[in-house]
């Protein structure tokens, strides 16, 4: 036990529950991750009030997107498996923008946590690094906070910011959306980064050692199951863009298939979803612990398309191919057909 503090002594930053000089020695820790992501387009870097990149003349249009992981954390620190976290952020983002038509350049995260666990952040940076690198954008800054009394010890926050460019004829809105145009569902790794408040809710009575064990419905650990990485479509879906004309782009997060796809409809196309393709076992095995209705489940989660490219009936086998060469699975799950605004899912 630590020797009460004198009054006269006086409080200081850390008592109060701040460590800067952790922090500090933290950033020099990581300096060299963020580092290995930088171009020479990086003009400001890390230790700069603000990032800054030089964009090539091509760029025609900016566009941003911010998103979080949401309670998948909560379910990451208990399993102690916090480098999906960084990845899955950068993932997310990434996904955000290539609904767009856009190609990531540039991330920021934002990291915040009752009290700094210098560890714990060095593997979210890291991770994030690693994923930066593979959908070619540079790690350009961020923000990692220490906040006693706003969060709970051994939880945290993590949120991110990814910048992309597009020339202006290749953005991607979804107004060339029109009725015979075919949906090609991209398959998901099973939840991504959505829904984990109710999956929580689900399996935060399992014990450890049974959320590591092997289970033979799911043909894995539930852990596995339930941590595998969002799935990063951008790189391949923008390799797509050369070769064939995508009217429609949605990244199926939060809400699911029928709310994500009415956003990219026009008003008098409806989105027909036949709803064979297989799913995940961790869907399944999800419903039948928690008994969860099949409304909530649609409402909820992805249920194994995590993307939904939107192309012209002649452009589907070229689609198709093209996901498969590069491991992603890939299958035509319905159509666009006139009627009003909306998603129904058969």
């Known amino acids: 036990m630590s020797a009460a503090r004198s009054p006269s002594a006086g409080l200081t930053y850390r008592d109060a529950g701040v460590d800067i000089d952790a922090k500090t020695r933290l950033l020099d820790d990581v300096a060299s991750a963020i580092a290995a992501t930088h171009t020479a387009d990086v003009a400001a870097g890390v230790g700069a009030f603000a990032g800054a990149l030089r964009l090539p003349a091509t760029a025609g249009i900016i566009a941003a997107t911010t998103d979080g992981v949401g309670t998948k954390t909560l379910l990451a620190r208990r399993l102690h498996r916090d480098e999906v976290i960084g990845a899955d952020i950068v993932a997310h983002c990434a996904n955000d923008l290539v609904s767009q038509g856009a190609r990531p350049v540039a991330f920021l995260d934002y990291i915040a946590m009752g009290r700094l666990e210098p560890p714990v952040v060095a593997t979210l940076i890291r991770a994030m690094a690693r994923a930066c690198t593979d959908v070619g954008a540079v790690l350009l800054g961020g923000e990692t906070a220490e906040m006693p009394d706003i ?65 033979a419905d799911l043909g894995a650990t539930p852990a596995d199951a339930l941590l595998a990485p969002h799935r990063c479509y951008a790189p391949v879906t923008l390799s797509l863009l050369s070769s064939v004309r995508v ?100």
């Not at 782009?249 to 026009?266: E, F, Q, Y």
């Not at 869907?283 to 909530?296: K, M, V, Y």
Request: glycine share 12%; charged share 20%; hydrophobic share 40%.
């Open 151 to 215: 969060y709970l010890d051994g939880a945290y926050d993590v949120v991110g910011t990814m910048i992309g460019t597009t020339p202006a004829e290749g953005l991607i809105t979804g107004a060339g959306i029109a009725p015979g145009h075919r949906l090609i569902g991209l398959a998901s790794t099973g939840p991504h980064t959505n829904g984990y408040s109710l999956i929580r809710r689900v399996t935060d009575a399992l014990p450890l050692d049974t959320l590591r064990q092997h289970d």
């Open 247 to 346: 009217r429609g782009i949605a990244h199926i997060t939060g809400g699911g298939l029928v709310d994500n796809l009415t956003r990219i409809l026009p008003d008098d196309c409806q989105a027909r979803v036949d709803s064979s393709w297989p799913r995940p076992p961790v869907f399944g095995w999800l419903q039948r612990l928690g008994r969860i209705p099949d409304a909530d489940m649609l409402a909820t989660f992805n249920l194994g398309i995590g993307m939904v490219v939107v192309v012209s009936p002649r452009d589907v086998d070229v689609t198709l191919e093209h996901f498969a060469a590069s491991n992603i699975p890939a299958c035509d799950i319905g159509a666009i057909a006139e009627g009003p605004k909306g998603v129904i899912v058969r």
